[in-house]
């Protein structure tokens, strides 16, 4: 199976180990396909963690970093002084080159990160972008059975997206009882994938409880009404009930199992990179 594509923490977590410069994107102008905040990691040899673009500007970073130096601010693409070197999209990128980055902030990053919490690197003045801020990892935690659960965990694993995946045929679930030792943050998502619906309803009561950015559930118009007419008469007011998407996903109506993973998934992550702190709705 091919290598899951690095994340946006990958090249922070790079950045710990000695010898590894950081290049990181603190001002874009018009359009690019990163967002604000992108890091490239620069190994002792040459190579990266991370990208950028389409691989000569890694290379430009890559022997930036190599010169060693101080921190600066360098302008690339549009109204850049280095007038050999351009960028496809025709706008322009302020980039922090940081030969040297604090190890050991970039470390307690990472270990806020390892325990879900959301934290941020101080970029030195007067760099564009004061605070690179971070936001743990999209985890997924499904319940359900059959080939929609096996497909969704497959490709989100496959994707490098965090699993928990709980089968109601593996005796990880009980009927009417709810997974109270779970635990969701608001960087996760849960999704129901179950034929049967009896199983939903103590699983739903306790998703609800949650801070769970996407709270998923498979099934048809008769099955939707009568979830949302049963989680009312418990006592959920109609705007809670409404955290529930369903249909899930892009494709509002997938009948296959790896459709159904794929549309979903897409949804998921969409949902996910709208909350991201640097994210641009512009571009």
């Not at 874009?28 to 396909?33: A, Q």
């Not at 992108?38 to 040459?46: F, I, P, S, T």
């Not at 005796?171 to 009896?198: M, N």
Request: some cysteine.
């Amino acid at each position: 199976m091919t290598a899951p594509l690095a994340g946006d923490q990958a090249a922070l977590r790079a950045a710990c180990q000695p010898g590894v410069g950081l290049c990181t994107i603190t001002h874009i102008e018009g359009s690019f396909s990163r967002r604000l905040g992108a890091q490239l990691a620069v190994h002792a040899d040459g190579s990266v963690t991370g990208s950028l673009a389409d691989g000569c500007l890694e290379q430009e970073l890559a022997r930036e970093i190599a010169q060693g130096g101080e921190r600066r601010v360098i302008r690339y693409g549009a109204g850049s002084a280095k007038i050999d070197f351009r960028l496809p999209c025709g706008g322009g990128l302020d980039i922090l080159i940081d030969p040297e980055p604090d190890r050991e902030a970039c470390q307690s990053v990472v270990s806020s990160l390892d325990n879900r919490r959301e934290d941020s690197l101080a970029l030195p003045h007067p760099c564009p972008l004061p605070r690179r801020r971070y936001v743990p990892d999209l985890r997924l935690v499904l319940f359900g059975e059959g080939p929609e659960l096996a497909a969704m965990a497959q490709v989100a694993e496959a994707c490098g997206i965090g699993v928990e995946a709980h089968d109601r045929n593996d005796g990880t679930l009980a009927l009417g009882q709810s997974p109270d030792h779970l635990t969701a943050d608001r960087w996760t998502a849960i999704v129901l994938l179950f034929h049967d619906h009896e199983w939903e309803r103590a699983i739903l009561q306790w998703a609800l409880t949650t801070p769970a950015f996407l709270i998923g559930a498979q099934g048809g118009a008769p099955a939707r009404a009568a979830r949302e007419a049963d989680l009312v008469s418990l006592g959920f007011a109609p705007q809670q009930v409404a955290r529930i998407a369903s249909p899930i996903g892009t494709v509002k109506h997938s009948r296959e199992p790896l459709g159904l993973a794929l549309s979903a998934l897409a949804g998921i992550a969409g949902e996910y990179e709208l909350r991201h702190p640097h994210h641009d709705a512009t571009r």
